[in-house]
């Protein structure tokens, strides 16, 4: 009898049994340090100002609590406008001393910011755990690391900044806000690295860890005020943006309030599906889901879509939930009950359309089961709004372009993962897709020298890599911008249209026959698009004046639609322009500049007739011109890329693509000079403008004259167009203002002028940066070493 008991026992023990139920555990991580740290401050925290911790009285108070169990951690209090005062001040007083260290000087504190992390790398992942709900094995092999790669990363570029980033200097005070962790490393320590100081705004949810890392740079000996941690509410975030004192706000999350994806994975049926699945699951289930890239559309190819489904639903089964700090555990909670509910709510709505709906068990309290949504139309809102949970949507396709065509129906263009053995396919597939990280056979693969960054609606700057770093220098050329900041009426700027009325102050007629009887034939000035001249739609004109006042000629008055058949000749010319050859691209621009000196004399005297320059500054503005359309020639088929250097076993391939579709707003100054060196750089890089040229395809320069701000109002508000460079004063506010809306780049100038004669500001590697954005593709291997 007893060796029977003892048969049964070994037996449900048994390796198979085991390898079958997959029950592991319970592992639980030991959190009494964690909680002796928050002990150690009575679990009441303020800010950190200045290497000091401030209490200041009569605040609110917010109980951060651990999304596991639902028990309060610690109470964090709400900051105020004297808040903001106290902490930008002390930023602002640290960057006159930071700003001049040398590079190494700075490396140096980076360096031992990021041994310090490692020193106390167990006591942040159980923190990070406790605060965000995410398991302590994602924050001790994932977050943690990943801070500290980027610390080390860019204590490098700390070093090197001065022979490698020659021409760039630090913006001034930055503010990041609303990440947890490891994106509060991607944002800080670029920042720091060229010489900016720092004041953070940790999410609401999630303050904790913001607040031991500020610790641990005071630790490690970062000098006061260069790193500020204050805490508040969404309303402080709006108080640090607009503070007159700070120079760039750096932001990540969701779009309405922030930025955020909808990541399409695709599988064809090439592809190691078993292997397929397990990426699947990193897409969607790792930290809940709750990931901006997360790959939360699924799409399979037609022929193996079914039996991949299964597989899918197979691994569904096996996914752990329970206790952060469980280390035998695949997903903890969800970040708070409202973002609970929110999921839900996405959920049960697909139910009641029709859907089918497969979802696990999960415990009680704020978990919500992972969670596989098929048969589906491409418009359900589970397939185009990020739900930002553990909701993955599965659709099938047949062809490769359809896929593609399936993968860019999307406002966002955060992320993407393309499966298949066939690595031409699954590169050419990467490339068509329109996202700013693209992962061969794996997802959320992330390493500080890759910057990681959206397009389209995922927003424009990226964290990581050299690329990274150009978000938070100016051009050292550029002193910091001083203004009156104009109060603009967003709901009336550019808004009325207006056209000039007969102008009797005409200029003198050039004569053209010996007996002054025959005046020149009188020349019409049309809106050029679509590669072909076009009369306005409204039928009306402006009145160009010359340099003594009197009418020179008549251009047309552009409106609204005008504005509309300019940005549709240019999406329609962008996509093949940009497949051209850079080499092809140059030698039209080569060609450009070729015809407009054969035109030098007649460029000149219009420069004249209009500005009232001398004959000789004329020249030298024509001449400069056509040296920058050899420049930025040069350019079209030398700024494509590179290698980046990250961990992985593999090659990540960092692609510059152009952004698209850009306006240009063009300044007063340098009116030849300034239009050929914002629009030639575009063009370049493959990019199509809204703005006579020759053997340009039609469609990729588009020219529309008339009232600048009413012209720009429109192409910002359009949503096509990808990007809006310069303008007025009033009119660059309206391009920022409205452009957190629909998430265009801009590049504003405030009405300021540069000097467009000089290399550094008319032709810089800012004009590069601007008419670019970086893709990047993970390309993994293994055939032969699986390191």
Request: proline fraction near 4%; glycine fraction near 8%; charged fraction near 20%.
């Amino acid at each position: 009898m007893a060796g029977k008991v003892g048969a049964e026992v070994e037996s449900n023990n048994s390796v198979a049994t085991l390898f079958n139920s997959m029950e592991y555990g319970p592992a639980p991580e030991d959190e009494k340090v964690a909680q002796a740290w928050l002990d150690d401050h009575d679990r009441k925290f303020g800010h950190f100002i200045n290497n000091v911790w401030v209490h200041p009285g009569e605040r609110k108070t917010y109980e951060t609590k651990d999304p596991c169990r639902g028990t309060v951690l610690a109470s964090t209090i709400q900051g105020n406008q004297d808040d903001v005062n106290q902490a930008v001040a002390a930023a602002k007083e640290a960057h006159k001393s930071w700003s001049k260290l040398s590079g190494h000087a700075r490396a140096r504190y980076l360096y031992s910011i990021a041994r310090h992390v490692q020193k106390h790398s167990r006591l942040i992942a159980v923190v990070e755990s406790l605060d965000n709900g995410k398991t302590v094995r994602e924050t001790r092999d994932c977050d943690v690391p990943l801070v500290v790669r980027h610390l080390y990363y860019h204590a490098g570029w700390a070093q090197l900044m001065d022979t490698q980033m020659k021409g760039w200097t630090s913006v001034g005070a930055i503010v990041p806000w609303n990440f947890p962790l490891m994106l509060l490393a991607w944002k800080v320590c670029p920042a720091l690295a060229m010489g900016n100081t720092v004041v953070l705004k940790p999410a609401t949810n999630t303050r904790l860890s913001a607040l031991l890392f500020a610790e641990i740079c005071a630790e490690a000996g970062l000098p006061a005020g260069v790193f500020n941690v204050i805490t508040g509410g969404g309303a402080m975030g709006s108080l640090l943006a607009t503070h007159t004192d700070v120079d760039k706000v750096g932001f990540t999350g969701s779009t309405e309030i922030e930025l955020g994806g909808k990541s399409p994975v695709i599988v064809y049926d090439s592809a190691d599906l078993d292997s397929a699945v397990e990426g699947v699951v990193d897409a969607i289930w790792f930290n809940q889901g709750q990931v901006c890239c997360a790959g939360s559309r699924l799409l399979v190819q037609e022929p193996v879509f079914d039996k991949f489904i299964e597989k899918v639903k197979h691994r569904m089964k096996t996914l752990r939930l329970g206790s952060s700090l469980d280390k035998a555990v695949d997903m903890g909670a969800i970040i708070d009950p409202c973002q609970l509910k929110y999921i839900a709510n996405y959920v049960d709505e697909a139910r009641k359309d029709g859907a089918e709906v497969f979802q696990v068990d999960a415990p009680a309290g704020c978990f919500y089961p992972p969670t596989l949504i098929t048969e589906v139309g491409t418009t359900s809102r589970t397939v185009v709004e990020e739900i930002f949970g553990p909701v993955l949507v599965a659709m099938p396709f047949r062809t490769a372009k359809e896929a593609i065509s399936l993968a860019n129906n999307t406002i966002y263009g955060l992320g993407a993962s393309v499966f298949s053995e066939q690595l031409t396919l699954a590169i050419e597939t990467a490339k068509m897709i329109k996202a700013g990280a693209v992962w061969i056979n794996c997802h959320n693969m992330f390493d500080a020298a890759a910057g990681f960054g959206g397009y389209k609606q995922s927003g424009y700057g990226r964290d990581g890599g050299k690329e990274g770093l150009f978000e938070y220098v100016k051009p050292s050329w550029q002193s910091r911008l001083n203004f009156v900041t104009p109060d603009v009426d967003m709901s009336k700027f550019g808004a009325s249209y207006m056209a000039d009325r007969p102008s009797i102050t005409a200029a003198t007629p050039q004569v053209l026959s010996a007996d002054g009887t025959l005046p020149q034939v009188d020349r019409t000035y049309k809106l050029y698009y679509g590669g072909a001249q076009k009369r306005p739609d409204g039928n009306y004109c402006r009145v160009i004046n010359n340099a003594e006042g009197k009418a020179f000629a008549l251009v047309g008055e552009s409106n609204r639609k005008d504005v509309r058949n300019a940005v549709e000749a240019a999406s329609k010319a962008q996509p093949g322009w940009d497949k051209r050859s850079g080499f092809n691209r140059s030698q039209i621009l080569f060609y450009w500049a070729e015809n407009l000196e054969q035109r030098r004399e007649e460029f000149v005297n219009h420069l004249i007739t209009l500005t009232g320059e001398s004959k000789e500054k004329a020249g030298q503005e024509v001449d400069a011109t056509v040296a920058r359309l050899f420049h930025w020639a040069a350019f079209s088929d030398k700024y494509g890329g590179a290698v980046q250097e990250t961990q992985l076993y593999g090659t990540v391939l960092r692609i510059h693509e152009p952004m698209g579709l850009i306006g240009v707003a063009c300044p007063d100054k340098a009116p030849l000079l300034g239009f050929v060196s914002l629009v030639a750089a575009a063009v370049a890089r493959g990019n199509a403008v809204v703005l006579e040229t020759s053997d340009l395809p039609g469609g990729v320069i588009n020219i529309l004259t008339g009232s600048r701000d009413h012209v720009t109002k429109y192409l910002t508000e359009h949503q096509d167009l990808q990007a809006m460079y310069f303008g007025s004063l009033e009119g660059s506010k309206f391009v920022e203002h409205t452009s957190a809306v629909n998430l265009k780049r801009t590049w504003v100038n405030y009405g300021l002028d540069r000097k467009w004669l000089d290399a550094h500001e008319g032709e810089g590697e800012e004009f590069l940066y601007q008419a670019t954005q970086v893709k990047n593709i993970w390309l993994t291997m293994g055939d032969i070493f699986a390191n």
